[in-house]
C-alpha cells in the first residue's frame, strides 16, 4: 500500500522542483528516508506546501547538486496545490495525526534525511485528489479541565488540571459530540516527558525566566488566557509543542558541532538518529542571501523600519555564515562562548577612543602608595575594534601554523604574551644552536640546580648565596628565571633577539619548564618556532619605537598579536584557494547596533580605507596614540544595522556608502503564517499591511512598522498593550501629533478629536463574539470604518 510523506526541498536548487526529482545518491542514501515507487510526497520548500507527487522510480540523472554520483529519485506530479500552503496550515489539517515529523521536522534542519513519513486520517482523500483541500484546518486549544472551549469536530484540547497546579492531565480530540484520547499527540507527550519530569506550566515559566525568552513568552500568553477565559486558543501547534509539550528544553535546543552533511551526498558522520534532528534549527535557507553577501564584502549594513528583525538577524546570519565556511552547524551561542562575535551601540557621543585606542587614566597601586590611593597615569589603551583584530590575528596565525604542520600552534590565543629571549652569551652561537636544534628557549644560570616549583624569592636566595659579598644583587637574574619558570604559559610568543632593533626568531612556547641536566643551559622551554628569519627582522617600530635590551628574558607589551601576524609572513591572498586554510581560520565578528546613530567620520577615522574588502592586511595606517602601524586581518566581519526612520540613508557618509553592501529588511508579513496569524479576530498579517499602506502613503516607506512589534502577540491581550502602548505612540510620534494625520493611518475609533487616546474594550458585548477593540482594527484593514 501507498504510505504518504513530505519531502524538504531546497530553494535555492529550484531546478529540482522544475524538473521533478531529488538527488542523493544511491537508494540507500538515509536522504530518502525509504520512499518507494507508488508512495505520495507532498513537497515543502520554503516552509510552503507546494504540491503533491508521487514517486515513480530510482534512476539516473545528471546533475548540478552531486555531479559525481547521478542517482536521483523521479517524480510525477499529481497535484499542484492553487496556493502555496504554510507548514502551520498543512498540520492543522484533519487529514493528518500530529506527530514528531509534523510538529518538529518539517520545519527543523534534518541533515541526512530528506523525506519523513505522515500518518493519515480517515478523512485523507487518497486517490480522490480533486477532494485534496487545506481550507478546513483542526483548532487546537489549551484548557482547564472544568471549561469547554468552542470546539468542532476534530479539534485538539491539552486538557490542565487547574491555575493552582497547572498540570498537564489529558491530551483529548473532539469527535462526534464528545471528547476522547488522542493518541498520538499523547504518546509523543509521554514519550519526550518521562514521568518525574511532567512540569506543571508554573514550573516550565519558572525555569523560562532564566534560559529560554521565547518560550517565557509564551506560556505567560498561555496563563493569563486561562485565568481570563479558561483555554488558550493555539494558531501555531508546533510553538505548543516546543514551549509546552516538550517539558523544560530550550526552543530551540542548538545541538553545538553537529557534522553536517549537503545534500546528494552522505553525512559526513554516522546516521543520525531521528529523535535527535530536531534540535538544529532550520534557518539557513532564509538567512543564506545575507550569508552570501558577507562572503562577497566582509563590511554589511542591515537597513530597513524599525522591528523589521535587523538586529535579531545578525545571529542567524552568522550561524548561516558559519555553515556556508564549515559545513556543520555552529550555534550562535557557540560563537560567542569562543569569544567570536562582540556587540556594541553606536551613539552620538561614540568615539574614536572607545572604537579603535585612547589614552585612558589608570590606578597604579603599590604598597607606598596604599594610604594615598595609588598613583593616576596615562596608558594608550585598545578599543572595540582593536581588540578584536588581536582576537582575529591569534586566530590567523593559530590555524594557518597548525595548516604547516608546526605542533603546539594550538595553544595560541588573543591573550597570548610576547617576550624576548636572548639565547646564549655575546659573541658566541652555542645555547643558539643548541636551542635551535632542540626546539627550545634555555637560560645557564644555576645550571647545577633542578629550579621547578621554585617561587621568586627562593631563586634569590639560590643567586644571592653563590655571589660573593658586595656583588651586585641578583635582582635581573632572579627575574629571568622566575619568568621561564613560573610567568610564562603555553601559547606566549617568544622572540628572539639580534640586536637593540632586530630579532632572530619566532616561537610558541608549547610546554613547561624542564630541567636538562648536563646541558650547556638546563633550564628550558619547549617551542615550535614560527619563524626563522633569514635576515633579521626589525621590530622597532612594532614596538613602539623603542629599542631592545641585553636584559635576557622580558615582556614586550608593546608588540600585539597582528605585529606577529605580520612578521609571521602569513598570505595577503583574499582569494586563497586552499581550503582547509580557510575553514580552519575562524571568523570573528563585530556588530555595531544603530550604526548611522555615530558620527561616521569621526569614529572609523583613518580606519574607514582599512576595513575595504581588498585594503584587508596589505594597507595599514600609523595610529595617532600608540604611534604603530595598524591593519583588518581578512577574517574580521562588520555587520552594522540601521533604521531607516532614524536617518535615511542617503545621508550616511558616502566613503561609508562605497565600502559597505547594503541589504534592505522590510516588513515581513508571512513570518505571521508561520507563528501566530491571529490574535482573536484580527489577521495580523493584514492589519500590518494596511499600517504601511497608509504610512508609506502619508509619509514614505522608511517609516513603516516592523513586524516585530506583533512577533510576540498571541492573544488579544497582548495585541490591546502592543497596540496601545508600542503601536499608536510611535505613529504619533511620525505624524507629531497631528490628529487628522493619526486618524487617517489608525482610523478614527481610536483618538478623540482633541487629540486623547479612546481605549476601546477587549470584551465582547452581550450576544456578541467580537469585542470593540477587535471590531476597530477589522474596520481598519477592510476598510468598513463607519
Known amino acids: 500500500m501507498s504510505k504518504v510523506y513530505f519531502g524538504k526541498f531546497d530553494s535555492k536548487r529550484p531546478h529540482q522542483i522544475q524538473e521533478k526529482y531529488y538527488a542523493a545518491g544511491a537508494k540507500e542514501s538515509s536522504w530518502y528516508g525509504g520512499i518507494e515507487p507508488g508512495d505520495y510526497v507532498f513537497v515543502v520548500t520554503n516552509a510552503n506546501v507546494i504540491a503533491l507527487w508521487k514517486v515513480r522510480e530510482?534512476?539516473?540523472?545528471?546533475?548540478?547538486?552531486?555531479?559525481?554520483?547521478?542517482?536521483?529519485?523521479?517524480?510525477?506530479?499529481?497535484?499542484?496545490?492553487?496556493?502555496?500552503?504554510?507548514?502551520?496550515?498543512?498540520?492543522?489539517?484533519?487529514?493528518?495525526?500530529?506527530?514528531?515529523?509534523?510538529?518538529?521536522?518539517?520545519?527543523?534542519?534534518?541533515?541526512?534525511?530528506?523525506?519523513?513519513?505522515?500518518?493519515?486520517?480517515?478523512?485523507?482523500p487518497m486517490d480522490n485528489w480533486d477532494q485534496l483541500s487545506f481550507a478546513s484546518v483542526r483548532r487546537y486549544y489549551v484548557t482547564l479541565s472544568s471549561q469547554l472551549p468552542p470546539v468542532a469536530e476534530n479539534d485538539i484540547m491539552v486538557v490542565i488540571d487547574n491555575l493552582e497546579t497547572s498540570r498537564i492531565i489529558g491530551i483529548l480530540e473532539w469527535k462526534n459530540g464528545q471528547s476522547q484520547p488522542y493518541a498520538s499527540l499523547q504518546k509523543l507527550y509521554d514519550d519526550k516527558n518521562s514521568k518525574t519530569e511532567r512540569y506543571a506550566l508554573f514550573e516550565l515559566l519558572e525555569f523560562a525566566e532564566e534560559e529560554a525568552p521565547n518560550k517565557r513568552n509564551y506560556l505567560k500568553s498561555v496563563l493569563s488566557e486561562l485565568e481570563r477565559q479558561g483555554y488558550f486558543a493555539v494558531e501555531n501547534p508546533i510553538r505548543l509543542y516546543d514551549n509546552v509539550l516538550v517539558g523544560r528544553r530550550k526552543t530551540p535546543i542548538s545541538k553545538s558541532n553537529m557534522e553536517v552533511g549537503t545534500e546528494g551526498k552522505t553525512p559526513i558522520t554516522q546516521t543520525v538518529e531521528t529523535s535527535d534532528i530536531e534540535e538544529t534549527p532550520e534557518l539557513f535557507e532564509q538567512y543564506r542571501t545575507y550569508a552570501e553577501l558577507l562572503d562577497f564584502n566582509p563590511n554589511l549594513i542591515l537597513y530597513g523600519p524599525p522591528g523589521t528583525g535587523k538586529t535579531f538577524a545578525t545571529k542567524n546570519i552568522i550561524e548561516a555564515f558559519e555553515y556556508t565556511l564549515r559545513k556543520r552547524y555552529i550555534p550562535f551561542s557557540q560563537v560567542e562562548r569562543e569569544e567570536r562575535v562582540r556587540f556594541i551601540t553606536f551613539h552620538q557621543s561614540y568615539s574614536y577612543e572607545e572604537f579603535i585606542e585612547g589614552i585612558r587614566p589608570q590606578?597604579?597601586?603599590?604598597?607606598?602608595?596604599?594610604?594615598?590611593?595609588?598613583?593616576?597615569?596615562?596608558?594608550?589603551?585598545?578599543?572595540?575594534?582593536?581588540?578584536?583584530?588581536?582576537?582575529?590575528?591569534?586566530?590567523?596565525?593559530?590555524?594557518?601554523?597548525?595548516?604547516?604542520?608546526?605542533?603546539?600552534?594550538?595553544?595560541?590565543?588573543?591573550?597570548?604574551?610576547?617576550?624576548?629571549?636572548s639565547l646564549g652569551r655575546r659573541n658566541s652561537d652555542q645555547i643558539y644552536n643548541q636551542c635551535k636544534e632542540g626546539k627550545?628557549?634555555?637560560?645557564?644560570?644555576?645550571?647545577?640546580?633542578?629550579?621547578?616549583?621554585?617561587?621568586?624569592?627562593?631563586?634569590?636566595?639560590?643567586?644571592?648565596?653563590?655571589?660573593?659579598?658586595?656583588?651586585?644583587?641578583?635582582?635581573?637574574?632572579?627575574?629571568?628565571?622566575?619568568?621561564?619558570?613560573?610567568?610564562?604559559?603555553?601559547?606566549?610568543?617568544?622572540?628572539?633577539?639580534?640586536?637593540?632593533?632586530?630579532?632572530?626568531?619566532?616561537?610558541?612556547?608549547?610546554?613547561?619548564?624542564?630541567?636538562?641536566?648536563?646541558?650547556?643551559?638546563?633550564?628550558?622551554?619547549?617551542?615550535?618556532?614560527?619563524?626563522?628569519?633569514?635576515?633579521?627582522?626589525?621590530?622597532y617600530d612594532m614596538n613602539g619605537g623603542v629599542s631592545l635590551t641585553l636584559k635576557t628574558i622580558y615582556e614586550l607589551p608593546r608588540i600585539q598579536m597582528s605585529d606577529v601576524q605580520k612578521l609571521i609572513g602569513i598570505s595577503n591572498d583574499m582569494n586563497k584557494t586552499v581550503k582547509t586554510q580557510q575553514h580552519q581560520q575562524k571568523p570573528y565578528y563585530l556588530i555595531i547596533d544603530e550604526i548611522n546613530r555615530g558620527n561616521i567620520s569621526k569614529i572609523f577615522g583613518e580606519l574607514i580605507t582599512l576595513i575595504e574588502k581588498d585594503k584587508r592586511q596589505t594597507v595599514s595606517t600609523i595610529l595617532p596614540y600608540s604611534k604603530k602601524p595598524f591593519s583588518l586581518p581578512r577574517n574580521l566581519y562588520i555587520i552594522g544595522t540601521m533604521n531607516t526612520s532614524d536617518r535615511s540613508i542617503a545621508m550616511l557618509d558616502t566613503a561609508l556608502r562605497r565600502r559597505f553592501v547594503f541589504a534592505e529588511m522590510e516588513p515581513d508579513y508571512a513570518v505571521f503564517e508561520q507563528n501566530t496569524a491571529k490574535a482573536g479576530a484580527v489577521e495580523l498579517a493584514s492589519l500590518l499591511r494596511s499600517l504601511n499602506e497608509k504610512i508609506s502613503e502619508k509619509l514614505d516607506r522608511d517609516h513603516r512598522i516592523g513586524h516585530a512589534y506583533l512577533m510576540d502577540v498571541l492573544t488579544i491581550d497582548d495585541l490591546f498593550k502592543c497596540w496601545y502602548y508600542k503601536v499608536l505612540p510611535l505613529i504619533a510620534e511620525y505624524f507629531y501629533n497631528d490628529v487628522a494625520a493619526i486618524q487617517s493611518v489608525v482610523g478614527t475609533k481610536f483618538f478623540e478629536k482633541s487629540g486623547s487616546i479612546r481605549v476601546l474594550s477587549t470584551q465582547p458585548p452581550d450576544q456578541d463574539t467580537v469585542s470593540d477593540f477587535e471590531k476597530a482594527l477589522l474596520a481598519l484593514y477592510k476598510g468598513t470604518e463607519d
Request: aromatic share 8%; no cysteine; proline share 6%.
Open 440 to 539: 627550545q628557549i634555555a637560560v645557564d644560570f644555576l645550571d647545577h640546580i633542578n629550579l621547578a616549583d621554585k617561587s621568586y624569592d627562593e631563586i634569590y636566595s639560590l643567586l644571592e648565596n653563590e655571589r660573593d659579598d658586595g656583588a651586585q644583587k641578583p635582582t635581573m637574574d632572579a627575574n629571568t628565571l622566575d619568568t621561564l619558570i613560573n610567568q610564562m604559559e603555553q601559547g606566549d610568543i617568544v622572540f628572539v633577539y639580534d640586536g637593540p632593533r632586530t630579532i632572530r626568531d619566532i616561537g610558541v612556547i608549547t610546554g613547561d619548564y624542564a630541567y636538562i641536566k648536563g646541558q650547556a643551559a638546563p633550564h628550558v622551554r619547549p617551542v615550535a618556532w614560527l619563524k626563522e628569519f633569514t635576515e633579521p627582522a626589525d621590530i
Open 58 to 124: 530510482y534512476g539516473q540523472k545528471v546533475n548540478p547538486i552531486n555531479p559525481s554520483d547521478t542517482g536521483v529519485v523521479l517524480f510525477d506530479e499529481i497535484k499542484r496545490l492553487s496556493h502555496p500552503v504554510p507548514v502551520v496550515q498543512f498540520i492543522k489539517s484533519p487529514y493528518f495525526n500530529l506527530d514528531l515529523n509534523l510538529l518538529n521536522k518539517i520545519n527543523k534542519a534534518t541533515p541526512g534525511h530528506g523525506f519523513f513519513p505522515i500518518e493519515t486520517t480517515l478523512a485523507f
Open 363 to 421: 590606578l597604579e597601586e603599590d604598597t607606598k602608595q596604599e594610604e594615598a590611593g595609588g598613583e593616576i597615569r596615562y596608558r594608550v589603551e585598545p578599543g572595540v575594534l582593536k581588540k578584536m583584530v588581536e582576537d582575529a590575528s591569534a586566530q590567523i596565525i593559530k590555524a594557518e601554523s597548525e595548516s604547516s604542520g608546526i605542533m603546539g600552534a594550538e595553544s595560541i590565543h588573543s591573550g597570548s604574551r610576547v617576550w624576548k629571549v
